[in-house]
């Protein structure tokens, strides 16, 4: 009797354990959620991945594209402001308002006579610009010949007529070596004679030698 009623114990047990295959049902239903949960969690995670690395891209492509940019831009400006100096030709001089690179520089004839009048250019300010080289103060026949008759030197001129008469044919002769000797006495020399009994100013002997062998 105790048998029939034990019986009929274990089946209703085993019924209460069947739809979920073990008494623990809860377990399986678990491990499937927590699986599909996984599942969802790596798709999201590799989703996330694939925007991160897009985004990467697509900034690192906004970068080099904005910097290639900014260097055409610069060496746009550069060349189209650049500005090419004329450089000093006296064979083909630069006009006035010609760009011009090294600032004082001067360009143009040597102005070698210092009593006359001389036009050069002169770069200022970036540019070419026209300059007249005033004459050094140089003495007329007129103004000089008093101080050479002061020194009495015997191969010297007489007297004022003769000085004058002789300082044109100098100038005629010797032209800029006369000029440089001008130049040398200044405006109020001091005449002196030399061994050979020659007017010459103390400084400019060089001048006075120059002179005498022209003439």
Do not use: H
Request: proline share 7%; with cysteine.
């Amino acid at each position: 009797m105790t048998s029939i009623l034990r019986r009929p114990a274990l089946l209703a047990l085993f019924a209460l354990c069947a739809p979920g295959l073990a008494c623990n049902g809860d377990d399986g239903a678990s491990g499937t959620t927590t699986a599909a949960s996984d599942t969802m969690t790596g798709t999201q995670t590799t989703e996330d991945a694939t925007t991160d690395s897009a985004t990467e891209t697509t900034t690192s492509t906004t970068s080099t594209t904005s910097t290639t940019a900014d260097t055409d831009t610069d060496t746009d400006t550069d060349t189209d402001t650049g500005v090419i100096p004329v450089p000093c030709d006296e064979g083909n001089l630069p006009q006035e308002g010609d760009p011009c690179a090294e600032e004082g520089q001067f360009c143009g004839p040597p102005c070698e006579d210092p009593c006359a009048f001389c036009n050069i250019l002169a770069c200022s300010g970036g540019q070419w610009t026209n300059l007249e080289v005033f004459p050094e103060e140089c003495l007329s026949c007129d103004d000089v010949c008093p101080a050479v008759l002061e020194a009495k030197c015997g191969n010297g001129p007489p007297d004022q007529a003769a000085c004058v008469s002789g300082c044109q044919d100098a100038q005629d002769a010797c032209g800029l070596i006369y000029n440089k000797m001008l130049s040398c006495i200044g405006g109020a020399p001091t005449f002196e004679c030399t061994d050979d009994d020659r007017p010459v100013v103390i400084g400019c002997e060089a001048e006075f030698d120059d002179l005498y062998q022209c003439l």
